[in-house]
């Protein structure tokens, strides 16, 4: 993927996840990170959809919030896994993890990540969610204590791109959706608004 050019902006990653910088650092862009604790609640009725694109431009803007003194753009994100109409977000704990992992154990999950840009003058944003499916092999409950208790910040329990794990047979999608940062959807929606200013 080609280097993106900012002509008119810095650029901010409302995030401290590690995994998001690195794909970011891809852009070959200087950027800031700005860590912004947003609950992660789901509304009632809520659609997996709706809940990251709704948190991701929660991050965006909160980050936003803080760059008022020169012209940013603020990049916020939120990840999902979701298996039969049911979300998993981050686990509660150990138990939990590998309780989620035996569900997700066999069978195919999509995996939804919400993408916000936030221009830190005029408060104007844009956002996409992408969706990609996940299909797990299957594993034992060993193996899951063992591998929730390495991901306990990861929605789902897992990092699709921890090859010693060896969970995930296929990705129909975008892996980097799994991995919470779509960088041809950030790039986009980068573009777009620098080009509306």
């Not at 902006?9 to 990170?33: D, E, T, Y």
């Not at 990092?159 to 959807?185: F, H, M, S, Y």
Request: hydrophobic fraction near 35%; aromatic fraction near 4%.
């Amino acid at each position: 993927m080609r280097s993106l050019k900012l002509k008119k902006f810095s650029l901010v990653l409302a995030s401290s996840s590690p995994r998001r910088k690195k794909l970011l650092s891809g852009l070959r862009v200087p950027f800031k990170i700005s860590s912004t604790p947003v609950p992660e609640k789901r509304k009632r009725g809520e659609s997996p959809f709706r809940l990251v694109r709704r948190l991701a431009l929660q991050k965006a803007r909160v980050a936003a919030g803080r760059f008022r003194s020169g012209p940013s753009l603020v990049i916020g994100a939120d990840t999902v896994v979701v298996l039969k109409g049911r979300i998993f977000g981050k686990p509660r704990s150990p138990r939990h993890a590998a309780e989620m992992l035996m569900k997700l154990s066999g069978k195919t999950h999509r995996v939804y990540t919400g993408v916000a840009v936030v221009n830190s003058m005029t408060s104007e944003s844009l956002s996409a969610v992408d969706v990609s499916r996940v299909e797990f092999r299957r594993i034992t409950l060993r193996e899951a204590v063992r591998i929730g208790k390495k991901h306990p910040d990861k929605s789902g329990s897992y990092a699709c791109q921890d090859e010693r794990d060896n969970l995930v047979r296929r990705i129909k999608g975008d892996w980097q959706t799994v991995v919470g940062l779509p960088i041809r959807t950030v790039k986009r929606l980068l573009t777009r608004m620098e080009a509306r200013s």
